[in-house]
Nanobody
Framework: VQLQASGGGLVQAGGSLRLSCAAS????????MGWFRQAPGKEREFVAA????????LYADSVKGRFTISRDNAKNTVYLQMVSLKPEDTAVYYC??????????????????WGKGTQVTVSS
């Protein structure tokens, strides 16, 4: 699976951004999809994941209530809507794909496919 993320940028605290990740190469609906992020000097961390049909989602506690993950299987795209952004959300955001869905998503080492990251910077 090839993944291409887009939508990052510079935004003020309290603002919003929507990230997109377009997939190609394999049957999109066979993969759970999600997002991770990595801030400078920190380990990559889980942000959100969505199941194959989009009916089930997982979120890190730090983004619950502010971020929404969704997918459009007809467009082979997964989205991350981010609102009420905080400076601590500043990071490179990566989309990932994996055939499994569930607790494995909390461990970035277990993901099968990665896209190149997109930078999100939130100014205070």
């Amino acid at each position: 699976v090839q993944l291409q993320a887009s939508g990052g940028g510079l935004v003020q605290a309290g603002g919003s951004l929507r990230l997109s990740c377009a997939a190609s190469g394999r049957t999109f609906s066979n993969y759970a999809m999600g997002w991770f992020r990595q801030a400078p000097g920190k380990e990559r961390e889980f942000v959100a994941a969505v199941s194959w049909t989009g009916r089930s989602t997982l979120y890190a506690d730090s983004v619950k209530g502010r971020f929404t993950i969704s997918r459009d299987n007809a467009k082979n795209t997964v989205y991350l809507q981010m609102v009420s952004l905080k400076p601590e959300d500043t990071a490179v955001y990566y989309c990932a794909a994996d055939p499994q869905y569930g607790s494995s998503w909390y461990d970035w080492n277990r993901m099968d496919y990665w896209g190149k990251g997109t930078q999100v910077t939130v100014s205070s």
